[in-house]
């Protein structure tokens, strides 16, 4: 028969290894966005596998918004689409493979992508682009969470509850 404090050190082991298990493994699949090419976390959302989100942003020299489409696949980011209002500098005029250009209701839309990257880097706006992550129709500006002009790389995280503390969650209570 094992002695009270066996049965203590066994139990208040097993609770230690339960908090630390907790605290540190990686469970939460989020799009998180870090400090330049480093390992600093600044901010993420999370976003379940296969799900899409968007990045919207004011182009800066037709002035007019355009909207990138991905979705978290298999530890990649990949675009499926492109919409955009006008052909000047820095858009496409015709598409690769299977994908599709479609006009509709005054925009233009590249369909069908399939362009895999594991992860985009993008300077978050500092004048212009007023760059927005678009999530299960919330729309969250970046600058509200990220000092404008700031390099950062994005990229598919599973993250342990220690490291959210690290970083900012892209929130409801800071849409705009």
Do not use: C
């Not at 139990?11 to 990686?26: D, E, K, N, S, V």
């Not at 980011?77 to 005029?93: C, D, H, K, R, Y």
């Amino acid at each position: 028969m094992r002695s009270w404090r066996q049965v203590f050190i066994i139990g208040f082991l097993l609770l230690i290894a339960t908090i630390a298990f907790l605290l540190f493994f990686p469970f939460t699949e989020t799009i998180a966005f870090y400090q330049e090419d480093r390992e600093e976390l600044l901010a993420f959302l999370p976003i379940q596998e296969n799900n899409s989100f968007q990045i919207q942003y004011t182009h800066s020299i037709h002035l007019t918004d355009v909207v990138e489409t991905y979705e978290l696949r298999n530890k990649e980011i990949v675009q499926t689409e492109l919409q955009f209002e006008n052909f000047a500098i820095g858009m496409p005029s015709n598409v690769e493979g299977n994908e599709k250009f479609v006009e509709k209701d005054g925009k233009y839309l590249i369909k069908n992508m399939n362009r895999r990257f594991p992860y985009i880097d993008l300077r978050v706006g500092l004048v212009r682009a007023d760059h927005r992550v678009i999530y299960k129709e919330n729309v969250y500006k970046l600058s509200n969470y990220i000092r404008p002009g700031t390099w950062v790389r994005i990229k598919p995280a599973k993250l342990s509850y220690w490291e959210r503390l690290k970083g900012v969650e892209i929130s409801e209570q800071r849409k705009i």
